[in-house]
C-alpha cells in the first residue's frame, strides 16, 4: 500500500478548491452523489432500487454468474507450445483462492457485477515479501475514486486510503476518458426509471384491489369528519387484494363512479414488456435470457441468440478481465505466463453441440484424443496425441497428378 503519510500527496488530493471540493458525509462531493441521479419520472435510480427492477437484475445476474462459471487458468508458453502452469503462485490465486473469504467463482462473480452494474470493478492486491500477488479483495465501486496527480494514476478508497495504480486491480467498462466505465445506469437512467415507475404503479395498482380509482358522490353536503370516516370505510371494506372483486354497499342515495383508464387499456403491460427489451438492449442480452421469447419461438433463434450472448455481450468482458490480469498479476520476468478464459467451457452444458464440435476438431486434424479428453476433465490415454489428417487434403498448388493410385 502506498504511504497514507505523504501529506503533500493527500493534500493535492483533497484540498477544497472549486475543481476539487473536499468531502464527507455531510458534504457529499458531486461526484458521490451523482452516480446515478434522478430522472425525469421523479423516481431516484440507484444501485439497490435499480435491482428491485426484475429485468436489471436478471441482466446482472446473468452475465456476472457466466463469467464466473468461464474456466480460467495460467498458461505459460515457450513458444511452440502452451501449457497450464498449475503449479504458478497466480494460478492458485485466480482458479481457486483469491483471498481467505471467497472462492474463485465467487470473487469473479462480484467483480463481474460491479463491472456490469457500475462500469468498473475494483480489487485491491496484496503482495507477499517477494512482490509476488497473494490477495485480491473486491472494493467496493461506490468507495472508490480514480485521480490523475502528478502524472500518476492513484486510487483513493473511503475517502482515507490512496492505493498507486499497481496496487488496484481495475477492470474498466465503457469509457469516455480512459480512466473509468461508464455505469449504464447513469447512461441510461431514465430507461431503468421508467421501468422502476410502471413496476410502482402496478404493485400500488394491485395493493388498491386491482381496481382504478373512483368518486363517491352524496345528495347532500357532508362533513369533514363524515367524509373521512366514509374513506376509511370504504377502503377497510374494499381495499386490498383479498378484498378485491366484492360488492359495495352504498346508502342514503350515494353513488360510486369509477374513473381513470384501465392498466391494459394505457397498454400497461406493453410498456413494462417494452422497458425489458430496452434493458435488454442496454446490457447487449438476447430478449429470450430475460424471459422474452416473443421472438424466439424456434431452435434455430435460440441458439443464434445464444452464440451473439457470448460473441457481443460476454466476450468483451472478459478480455477486459484478462488484460488487467495480465498487466497487474506478473512479474516483468515473467513474459511467457499469462492468464486466460477457456471460452469452450460455455459449452458444457450443451452436450451434443460439445461432441460435434470435438468431433470436427478430430476429423480435421487440430485436436488429438488426448486434447479432447484433457478438455472434457479426463486423464490422457496411450496413443491419444497422434493427429488426423484427412487422405483427400494436399497442400494449396500442389501438383497430385501422379501420385500412385494404388
Known sequence: MADNNNTGLLARLFRSSPENPSTSLSNPAAWLTGLFGTSKT???VSEDNALTFSAVYAAVRIISETIASIPLNVYVYDGETRVIAREHP?????????????????FRESMAANLVLHGN???????????????????????VEVKIVDGEK??????????????????????????????PLTVAREAVAIGLAAQEYGARF??????????????????????????????????????????????????????????????FLQSRKFQVNEIARIFRIPPSYLADLEN?????????????????????????????????????????????FTMEGLMRGDLQGRYQAYATARQWGWLSVNDIRDLEN??????????LQPLNMAQAGEDNTNVDAD
Open 42 to 44: 421523479g423516481v431516484q
Open 90 to 106: 497466480i494460478q492458485k490465486l485466480l482458479a481457486h483462492t483469491p483471498n481467505t473469504v471467497s472462492s474463485s467463482f465467487t
Open 121 to 143: 470493478a475494483y480489487a485491491k492486491i496484496e503482495f507477499n515479501a517477494a512482490g509476488r500477488p497473494i490477495s485480491l479483495t473486491p472494493l467496493n465501486p461506490m468507495l
Open 154 to 183: 492513484v486510487y483513493v478508497f473511503n475517502e482515507k486510503t490512496t492505493y498507486l495504480d499497481y496496487e488496484i486491480i481495475h477492470v474498466v467498462g465503457l469509457s469516455f476518458n480512459g480512466l473509468t466505465g461508464k455505469s
Open 206 to 267: 394491485y395493493s388498491n384491489g386491482a381496481n382504478t380509482g373512483g368518486i363517491i358522490t352524496a345528495p347532500g353536503r357532508l362533513s369533514i369528519d363524515a367524509i373521512n370516516r366514509l374513506k376509511q370505510s370504504w377502503n377497510r371494506a374494499n381495499g386490498g387484494l383479498s378484498n378485491s372483486h366484492g360488492t359495495a354497499i352504498l346508502e342514503e342515495g350515494m353513488k360510486y363512479e369509477k374513473i381513470g383508464l384501465d392498466p391494459e387499456a394505457a397498454q
Open 296 to 340: 424466439s419461438s424456434t431452435r434455430a433463434n435460440v441458439e443464434q441468440q445464444a452464440i451473439q450472448f457470448v460473441r457481443d455481450c460476454v466476450t468483451p468482458y472478459v478480455r477486459r478481465f484478462e488484460v488487467e490480469f495480465n498487466r497487474k498479476l506478473f512479474r516483468e520476468d515473467e513474459p511467457n505466463y499469462y492468464a486466460y
Open 378 to 387: 479426463l486423464n490422457p490415454v496411450e496413443g491419444g496425441d497422434v493427429y
